[in-house]
């Protein structure tokens, strides 16, 4: 058997407990992945707690879960690039609280070999929201970006990826944070009245990247 963490009633973290499972077997054009680390984010805590539960009702024990950090141990037939022993990094829909996640090898990323575990299982969800939100309004060199939150965990990425597309990036947060903004490249501002007003934020451009 396999270990995977699931909940079975509506709470907080400690409605969490194990369960047992048939261990994976990795098919055509899957990755087996031993997991090293999960990120833990806003959406599972929502669905831990209830949030959802009157548009999204599940099905008790309900498992968790949807980035990872681990090893390949097993590789399905049809698959190139990947072998057992690759440390690897990607998405996986409500099962990466587990030993083991099952995954297609085109969604998984290299683990870049300095990274430690625990950043890597946590970048998947943050970095390609904020690769999504930035790519939408189509960020470019020379642009000025408003970025929310710039302190959080999608923010921190987006304030990265932004200056390392060339853009001049403002970010609200709390002043405690303001100091790690300046780390990233960031020019930090508080949140409160008259913020809209003082900041030009990028907007979004047409398909030919004019101004829109
Ligand atoms: N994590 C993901 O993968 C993911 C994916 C898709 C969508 N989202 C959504 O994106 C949002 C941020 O997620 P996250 O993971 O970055 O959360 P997070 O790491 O908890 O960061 C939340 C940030 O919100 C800021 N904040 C607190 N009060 C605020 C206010 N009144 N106005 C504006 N900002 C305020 C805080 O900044 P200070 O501490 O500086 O005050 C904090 O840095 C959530 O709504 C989440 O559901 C997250």
Known sequence: ????????????????????????????????????????????????????????????PCRLGNEYAGIIDQVGDGVAGFVTGDEVLGSATGQAYAEYVL?????????????????????????????????QIAVQPGDTVLIHAAAGGVGTMAVQLARLWGATVIGTASEHNHDYLRSLGAIPVA????????????????????SA
């Open 103 to 135: 995954v297609n090898a085109a969604d998984v990323v290299r683990k870049p070999a300095d990274m430690p575990w625990t950043v890597a299982g946590g970048l998947p969800a943050v970095g390609q929201t904020a690769y999504t939100a930035l790519r």
């Open 1 to 60: 058997m396999a270990m995977a963490i699931a909940f079975s009633a509506y709470g907080g973290p400690d409605v969490l407990h194990p369960i047992d499972i048939d261990p994976p077997l990795a098919e055509a054009g899957q990755v087996r992945v031993r997991v090293k680390a999960a990120g833990v984010n806003p959406v599972d805590v929502k669905l831990r707690r209830g949030d959802f539960a009157a548009t999204m009702p599940i099905k008790f």
């Open 191 to 210: 949140y409160g009245d008259g913020l809209v007003a003082s900041q030009s934020p990028t907007r979004p451009r047409d398909r030919n990247g004019a």
